[in-house]
């Protein structure tokens, strides 16, 4: 009987150590979906300071999927959605096992996956690149989202040209 008890204790804790990384993850996740709404603010790129200070970019961020997905789409504020005509990339956030999964569709054509991480104080969830679909030359490479307070984040995005990293940082204020 004793040894049956134990052997249950050891399958709980084992079990209760994989539900936390999988809830690692699921917290993530919710974290990010408090950001769902639309948002506005400047775009800055020390690299290209031409691309700095000029039309705000527009970002709206739907859940979808019965809460099993969040949609992130950027494109320059006061444009019409045509993605046909301009910018408009799109990025899929959600959870895969024990990690939260980011996937760009790139204007450039391609797939980068990036997988995410919680700072401590949750309040930072910074994406590491993964793999890619498609051509590696021009790809987004790494992500930050900063949760400053409820109607106010920012989001740092690295765009590889070539070899040559590109920084963007958006500091976006709620719209809704």
């Not at 051509?135 to 040559?164: C, G, L, P, R």
């Amino acid at each position: 009987m004793k040894s049956l008890r134990f052997m249950l204790s050891v399958v709980l804790m084992s079990l209760s150590t994989v539900a936390f990384a999988q809830s690692d993850a699921q917290k993530s996740f919710a974290t990010m979906k408090t950001l769902a709404g639309e948002w506005e603010g400047p775009v800055t790129v020390p690299e290209m300071p031409e691309m700095s200070g000029g039309k705000p970019m527009h970002l709206s961020l739907r859940v979808t999927s019965r809460g099993n997905a969040l949609v992130h789409e950027f494109q320059e504020a006061g444009t019409p959605l045509d993605a046909t005509k301009y910018d408009h990339p799109v990025t899929m956030l959600y959870v895969d096992g024990d990690q939260l999964t980011l996937v760009h569709y790139c204007d450039a054509g391609n797939r980068p996956r990036m997988t995410g991480k919680m700072s401590p104080d949750g309040k930072t969830v910074e994406f590491e690149f993964k793999d890619i679909s498609g051509s590696t030359e021009y790809h987004m490479h790494h992500s930050v989202f900063t949760i400053i307070d409820a109607n106010h984040h920012t989001e740092d995005w690295t765009f590889m040209m070539k070899d040559k990293p590109i920084h963007a940082h958006f500091d976006l204020q709620r719209k809704n």
